[in-house]
């Protein structure tokens, strides 16, 4: 069973940046398009940057390119490095994964097989 483990969550001001981390147990990365998934408040979940099985191509939601930089420097660990941040920013982020379809459809539906537990990302001043 796969289980994925955030941190790097927490209060940051508009504009300034945080480093997001995830962690996979019981399977490897290269297996499973991962997914950077968020939650607003009264929002559906929206995911912001995926990363796909096998060669590890990184898709972005248009509202954050340009800030949001998903990453893997393992087999076991993914990273989102996000930058001039907005209020509108502020969410749960979850690490999510799946063995089957393709990133560009986890955009348009994160319908993930598995989830992490999230972390908070505050932005305010």
């Known amino acids: 069973q796969l289980r994925l483990v955030e941190s790097g969550g927490g209060l940051v001001q508009p504009g300034g940046s945080l480093r997001l981390s995830c962690a996979v147990f019981g399977g490897t990365l290269k297996n499973y398009n991962i997914g950077w998934v968020r939650q607003a408040p009264g929002q559906p979940t929206e995911t912001v940057a995926c990363?796909?099985?096998?060669?590890?191509?990184t898709y972005y939601t248009d509202s954050v390119k340009g800030r949001f930089t998903m990453s893997r420097d393992t087999a076991k660990k993914v990273y989102l490095q996000i930058s001039s941040l907005d209020p509108e920013d502020t969410a749960v982020y979850y690490c999510?994964?799946?063995?089957?379809?393709?990133?560009?459809?986890?955009?348009?539906?994160?319908?993930?097989?598995?989830w992490g537990q999230g972390t908070q990302v505050t932005v305010s001043s």
């Open positions: 990363m796909g099985r096998g060669d590890g191509t």
């Open positions: 999510a994964a799946d063995p089957y379809g393709e990133c560009p459809d986890y955009l348009e539906d994160p319908g993930y097989d598995y």
